[in-house]
């Protein structure tokens, strides 16, 4: 079974239309997490070279789009929590160019779900958040 999430979008991703034609999403199932940001980017990640999943902050001076890093690629259309995908041996990814990353940042609208659905692609079975006791 395949769930696609959708990329979250900001009123600034207006700004990048013409480039972000085409298929904008997410999709996990498998054993494959693909990624597609319309013509300037995407990536298929094998669920099996995923050492660490994640998430963070992405802030709004890091930039919207495709973006490039020291062996990271952002396919980002908003800013916010974003997904960390962490691996265990470089894949290439287009960004627009071929890149080779060991780390994949996406923006999608429920970044937990998103994260959950790796995880259980993987087999692993996340475990449930614990309340804490207040006295």
């Not at 079974?1 to 999709?27: D, N, Q």
């Not at 080779?100 to 937990?112: F, G, K, Q, S, T």
Request: with cysteine; proline share 4%; hydrophobic share 50%.
């Amino acid at each position: 079974m395949i769930t696609r999430f959708t990329l979250r979008r900001c009123w600034a991703t207006r700004l990048l239309w013409p480039m972000v034609r085409g298929e904008i999403a997410a999709e996990v199932g498998d054993g494959r997490v693909r990624i597609r940001l319309g013509l300037v980017g995407r990536a298929d990640i094998d669920v099996s070279k995923i050492a660490r999943l994640s998430r963070m902050h992405w802030p709004w001076w890091g930039g919207l789009g495709a973006r490039l890093g020291r062996q990271m690629v952002a396919y980002t259309l908003a800013w916010g929590d974003v997904a960390v995908i962490e691996l265990v041996e470089p894949i290439d990814a287009k960004a627009p160019m071929n890149w080779r990353a060991m780390r994949i940042i996406i923006a999608v609208d429920e970044v937990d779900g998103f994260l959950a659905a790796i995880a259980r692609e993987r087999g692993v079975v996340p475990e449930p958040l614990r309340a804490t006791a207040s006295r």
